[in-house]
């Protein structure tokens, strides 16, 4: 048996429920594809929006149990979990380059990001804490203390199977919140394995409960409408977050939205173009640019936009493309022939409006679902692709001429999740983080993710924050006693 296939069949493929692994109520399957081949690697249980409510039952009966279960104890397991995590990595790793086709390098370090979140919560889960202190009046004490708001709903992405899952369900096991899972369809088998090494970490039965499923939707409005749930957290588009918003508010639900993005990378002309080439290279093309912080629109001051389009350029035409198993591969596939259609029409939309392809440009005529990594100058204002997630490696460059015009086109967006400036002008560099409008900012680095920062957006790109130890917070409902002196 290969590698490959010994670790698939390890993978388990019900649904977690009550601490066990069943079928689906309607005894149905679907497949899981590796989208660098087109062909599928293993069926799971396709769970009906009945089990999504069993599933909440499950997490409804756990929640006072794992409530009173001390911060201690749940911090163990996450942290026992951790070290799981740490020495599976190469499985880990290798289940969602199969999956979700992300190259290996990719791989482990999402292993890497996406374990921190762990090993992170469970530290915070014993720092919970509230205040006590004399009223104004003098007359009794206040005391404000921090309980979890109960059974919560985890709608993760296919992008980051592994640091999506551990980014919400770190925080709600060591808030004391009990959690229903559901993994998107297109890559749930790393979250089924993580939840895995979860119960072997001494996770209790019904604490955690995963229902992957072909129907979200409808699956999702059955758990939305049960009045025990009390919690949604979900990571996905803007117009899914729309529709959830909207059904949460029946129920008056904590939500947490991390939503679209529409990245901008600034780059300056007292910029340090060594490192401003290297930074772009990783907010795009990390994960293939399916990546809602993924660098969207590159904003290149007109006198070094040229040498900037050159060097990225040159770097581009270097890459390897292929099976993120293969060797030296840094652009897998996309997710599939629906991500490729819309990467290839924003860069012909461009074009039919004057912009210029310096590489790439075309879907990859072989199995799976391939695009070029692309470099697109010269982009005029009203092209779609500087407006719309292009969730692709497609590097899209627009020039500028003021620093009031790079902030103008930077902000001109309903998104604001993150943005990127480089230059080595430190009072623009604080001017910067002071006026453009996303919720993260990285200066003179293409990468800004960490689990013990908050990630979030601002405008359409969402609500609340994960990671960080305010991450924990979104979990818990603040309560407030007065006790009276007589």
């Known amino acids: 048996m290969s590698l490959e296939s010994d670790l698939l069949t390890r993978v388990p493929g019900g649904l977690l429920i009550a601490g066990q692994w069943v079928p689906s109520s309607s005894g149905t399957t679907f497949a899981v594809d590796d989208p660098s081949t087109g062909q599928p690697i293993k069926t799971v249980a396709d769970a009906t929006p009945a089990d999504g409510v069993r599933a909440l039952d499950a997490a409804a009966r756990a929640q006072d149990r794992w409530a009173a279960t001390p911060p201690r104890d749940r911090g163990e397991i996450l942290r026992r979990a951790f070290d799981l995590v740490q020495e599976r990595k190469d499985e880990f ?24 979140f762990l090993r992170w919560f469970s530290e915070e889960a014993v720092r919970i804490t509230g205040r006590y202190g004399r009223s104004p009046e003098g007359t009794g004490s206040m005391v404000v203390s921090q309980r979890p708001v109960g059974p919560c709903f985890l709608i993760t992405p296919w992008n980051f ?6 980014r919400k369900i770190g925080p709600a096991l060591a808030a004391g919140c009990t959690a229903v899972v559901k993994p998107a369809g297109a890559t749930p088998l790393t979250t089924m394995y993580l939840a895995a090494v979860l119960q072997e970490a001494g996770l209790p039965d019904g604490v955690l409960n995963v229902v992957p499923t072909s129907r979200s939707g409808a699956l999702s409005e059955a758990v939305f409408a049960d009045p025990r749930l009390r919690k949604v957290s979900f990571t996905g588009s803007t117009e899914v977050g729309r529709t959830l918003l909207r059904q949460a508010a029946d129920g008056v639900l904590r939500t947490s939205m991390e939503l679209g993005g529409n990245a901008p990378f600034v780059v300056f002309e007292d910029a340090d173009l060594d490192r401003a080439v290297e930074g772009a290279m990783l907010a795009k093309f990390r994960n293939t640019g399916q990546a809602c912080t993924a660098a969207n629109r590159f904003i290149v001051h007109g006198s070094v936009a040229a040498e900037f389009a050159d060097r990225v350029a040159q770097r581009v ?24 259609a819309k990467a290839d029409s924003l860069v012909r939309d461009a074009v039919s409006k004057g912009a210029a392809v310096l590489v790439g440009g075309r879907a990859i005529d072989r199995p799976g679902t391939f695009y070029e990594p692309t470099v697109v100058s010269a982009v ?5 692709i500087l407006h719309e997630e292009i969730f692709g490696p497609v590097v899209s460059i627009v020039e500028f001429d003021t620093e009031d015009e790079a902030v103008r086109l930077a902000n001109g967006t309903e998104y604001g999740l993150v943005s990127y400036v480089f230059t080595t002008d430190l009072a623009r560099g604080q001017r910067m983080m002071d006026r453009l409008d996303t919720g993260m900012m990285g200066l003179n680095v293409g990468v800004v993710s960490n689990a013990a920062a908050p990630f979030g957006g601002v405008k359409h790109s969402g609500l609340g924050r994960e990671g960080g130890s305010e991450g924990i917070h979104e979990y818990l409902s603040t309560k407030y006693t007065l006790v009276p002196d007589e």
């Not at 199977?161 to 551990?166: Q, V």
Request: charged fraction near 25%.
């Open 161 to 166: 199977p592994l640091a999506m899952a551990t």
């Open 380 to 384: 005029p204002g009203d092209a779609d």
């Open 93 to 116: 790793a290798l289940l969602m380059a199969l999956e979700m086709g992300k190259p290996l390098a990719d791989s482990y370090a999402e292993v890497a990001y996406g374990g921190e």
């Open 317 to 340: 035409r270097a890459m390897k493309i292929g099976r993120g198993t293969e060797d030296g591969v840094t652009i897998g596939p996309l997710i599939d022939q629906d991500a490729v």
